[in-house]
């Protein structure tokens, strides 16, 4: 088995065994957490920062999460909802009158939080490179349609609710939902995530590996033309962009604003930011929100056939619900976070090893089962 570094509770030595079976397998690096109450339980990496494992995955090895970095952009708004800056009932035309404009003056917050707005998509294609002008990729939500009428359905916004909800927090603070991000939780709570990676920090990140039927870096993250899937497609991916690996490996991606897709941070800094939600609130004494802000997560805006992702799902405020307390997502490749609110649990995984949609969650699901083998 490979060895796995870090701090990890007796009672949790099971999570420690299954990175380790995972780093053997399929992982080149990769971390795991687990926390309790805000406490670290769980704090582990091991393998290799780069393909040709020359360079051991170190403590502060910080990982593209992509769509893991959906539930920090949901922490956000429900931060300032709770703060009654934000109303999640309201038109997001209210707080960006550009929005409202062919139809979608009915698209309300939530709508964008629970992936039912409508707007799933891009009209047209659209390339990395496009992502990387804010006012340019706003604009063009702006002015296009919806597919449905919003409330009604739901459809996978993989990329498109950051860039919504992104513009309404920026119309709201007068900041860049990073910028919000970094100041208003990431630095009270000393973690290493971030949503547009400053250059300083370029030096700990690791490449994403594609899978090996795709060596080149050239997987693309296609959105399905029907209920089955196409290959690079998954809960979780960025799909209907064309994003290729090799995209999200460029310094362009790395400094971009793309809250729902350009994370980066590594298993203990996505578990640190997410117990907030899991200590209703208040983690190691300090407060960001109320236990009822927090209960917002769980509130169910959607049960049933996602139209993009074809399968069952159950979408809260920014999150997916899989029990009645248990909240989260993943990303594109294999990351994962899931949340605890009963439990007061956090269970994250950050690799840079991508799996097909196939075979991406079991290494995250893995982590996930020895924690709560460890929790009893």
């Known amino acids: 088995m490979t060895e796995v570094l870090g701090e990890c509770d007796t009672r949790f030595g099971a999570v420690r065994e299954a990175l380790g079976e995972s780093l053997a397998k399929d992982d080149v690096g990769a971390s795991a957490a687990v926390f309790v109450d805000g406490e670290p339980v769980v704090d582990i990496w091991g393998g290799y920062a780069d393909a040709a494992r020359t360079i051991r995955w170190q403590q502060d090895t910080i990982a593209c999460v992509f769509s ?193 897709a350009s994370g980066f941070g590594n298993a203990r800094s996505v578990a640190a930011v997410q117990s907030v939600l899991a200590c209703a609130g208040t983690v190691r004494g300090t407060r960001l929100m109320s236990p009822a802000g927090c209960d917002m997560a769980r509130s169910e805006q959607f049960r049933g056939v996602d139209k993009i992702i074809g399968a069952p799902m159950r979408w809260g405020i920014g999150y997916g619900i899989f029990d009645r307390d248990v909240v989260g997502w993943g990303g594109w490749g294999g990351s994962m976070v899931m949340v605890d609110l009963d439990a007061r649990m956090v269970v994250s995984y950050v690799m840079n090893q991508m799996l097909e949609p196939s075979e991406e969650t079991y290494r995250g699901l893995a982590i996930v089962l020895a924690a709560y083998e460890g929790l009893r």
């Open 68 to 260: 893991v970095t959906k539930t920090m952009l949901a922490l956000c708004a429900l931060i300032l909802a709770d703060r009654g800056d934000m109303d999640l009932g309201a038109p997001v035309a209210s707080y960006w009158p550009e929005f409202g404009a062919a139809g979608k003056g009915g698209v309300l917050v939530r709508h964008v939080l629970g992936h039912t707005a409508g707007v799933p998509d891009f009209a047209g294609p659209v390339s990395a490179a496009d992502l990387y002008d804010w006012q340019a990729v706003t604009s063009r939500l702006a002015a296009q349609a919806p597919e449905w009428e919003p409330g009604t359905q739901a459809g996978y916004h993989s990329l498109t609710q950051g860039f919504v909800v992104g513009e309404v927090i920026r119309q709201v603070t007068g900041r860049p939902v990073g910028a919000f991000f970094a100041d208003e939780v990431a630095r009270p709570l000393k973690a290493d995530f971030h949503m547009g990676l400053p250059a300083e920090h370029d030096s700990r990140v690791a490449p994403m590996i594609a899978p090996l039927s795709s060596p080149s870096g050239d997987w693309v993250a296609s959105a399905p033309q029907s209920a089955g899937q196409e290959r690079g497609t998954a809960p979780g991916a960025e799909a209907g962009a064309g994003i290729r690996v090799s995209d999200a490996n460029s310094e362009a991606w790395r400094r971009a604003q793309i809250p729902a």
